[in-house]
Every structure is written in structure tokens, then in C-alpha cells.
């Protein structure tokens, strides 16, 4: 909430400008991480009201926050994997045309239904391994490497999948923009500016 205030008392009256910029996405459950078929998967759940054959089969970033224990301390660890080039991606499978007879009789609002939407982060498994889950101890091992988390850190941790697409321009006139979760974020951008372009106090709060 950001309020500029007005000459006039609030009981004369204030103005206010409301836009959310939250968006759907994929939000990972507290214990998501499990093998199924030789391949590494989390689980999900949606936020918001999604389209959810629109996350099928494509490219998808990871973000959040976890809290690790390193060397007795608490650390906080910014999670940000899937926006640069050089990124791995992520992605929830989908099945192929030709089997998929029964899902295309389906309505869109149920031909992939929720519990399916869950994020393949990996199928290499673990060394000379042979026992049980071996693709999901490798994830594990490669988490561990790189950020110091262990399984038990998805507990606590808040992490969510989102579309891993650059905002880009629409149209041969370059007239739209077309980029995940702009329809939000623009009405909160203008209503911020609208504040930011006030010159000196307004007579109403604002």
C-alpha cells in the first residue's frame, strides 16, 4: 500500500487507485519431490483461476525463496532458475497426439486435470546406484551442490513455477506487448506512476 498525503483531512474524502499483481501460477507442495517411472517430478498445486492446459509442454521457471540451515545458521536462499539463457527449464509433460484419444473428448476444463501438473525437474539417476529412487537422490545430490538444501527444506520453503518467456512485442506494428502476467502488472504500474507523477501534496489523499 503507498499513499501520498492529501492538504485536506481524510474525512473530506481520499482517492484511491486498487490493482492486484498477483498471477496464476504452479506453487509447489511442502513435500513435493518424488520418482515416478524413472523420472524426478514435483508436485503442484495452481494459484489462481488458470487455464490449466495452457502449462502444459512448455518452458518453465522456478522461483522463490528456501531457508536453509548452513553451519548452524539460518540462511535464506533466493531461488531464480529458468530466466537466463544458459538456465535449465522446466516443464509439466503432456501426452502425445496420438494418445490422447480420450483426453481430446474431454472439455478443456477437464482433459488435464490438476494432480497432473507436476513439474519434471530430472531423469539422469544417481551414479552406479541401483537402488530405489535414484533419478530423485541425483536431484537431491545436484540441490544440495549448488543451494545446501535438503529434502526437508521443502517444508518451509516457498518456491513456484511460472512461464519462462521474455516479454516481447506483438503484432508487425510492435503495438502490443505480449508477456506472463502483464495484464496484472501494467493497471499496478499505472496506478504506481500515478502516485510517483504527483507534484508535491495533492488536496486529497491519494
Known amino acids: 500500500c503507498l ?3 492529501g492538504k485536506k483531512g481524510a474525512k473530506e474524502g481520499v482517492r484511491i487507485a486498487a490493482a492486484h ?10 513435500i513435493p519431490l518424488y520418482e515416478s517411472s524413472e523420472l524426478a517430478l514435483l508436485k503442484t498445486h495452481y494459484y489462481g483461476g488458470i487455464k490449466k ?36 527449464k522446466f516443464v509439466i509433460t503432456d501426452l502425445l497426439p496420438h494418445l490422447a484419444a480420450d483426453q481430446s473428448k474431454k472439455p478443456l476444463s477437464e482433459a488435464i486435470p490438476g494432480e497432473s501438473l507436476n513439474l519434471l525437474i530430472g ?5 552406479d546406484d541401483e537402488g530405489a529412487d535414484r533419478v530423485k537422490l541425483a536431484v537431491m545430490e545436484l ?10 527444506d521443502f517444508i518451509s ?31 499496478g504500474y ?8 504527483l507534484d508535491g501534496a495533492p488536496a486529497r489523499t491519494a
Open 21 to 30: 499483481i498477483d498471477n496464476p501460477r504452479i506453487d509447489l507442495k511442502p
Open 3 to 5: 499513499a501520498v498525503i
Open 190 to 197: 499505472a496506478a504506481l506512476a500515478a502516485l510517483f507523477a
Open 53 to 88: 492446459y495452457q502449462w502444459t509442454a512448455i518452458p518453465l521457471e522456478l522461483r522463490g525463496v528456501v531457508c536453509v540451515c548452513h553451519n548452524g545458521q539460518m540462511k535464506k536462499v533466493d531461488v531464480r532458475i529458468g530466466d537466463k539463457p544458459d538456465d535449465p
Open 123 to 127: 531423469s539422469r539417476p544417481f551414479k
Open 143 to 152: 540441490l544440495n551442490q549448488k543451494y545446501g538444501i535438503v529434502e526437508e
Open 157 to 187: 520453503a516457498e518456491l513456484t513455477a511460472v512461464p519462462a518467456f521474455r516479454a516481447s512485442d506483438i503484432g508487425f506494428d510492435r503495438s502490443l506487448i505480449g508477456s506472463y502476467g502483464h495484464d496484472d502488472r501494467v493497471c
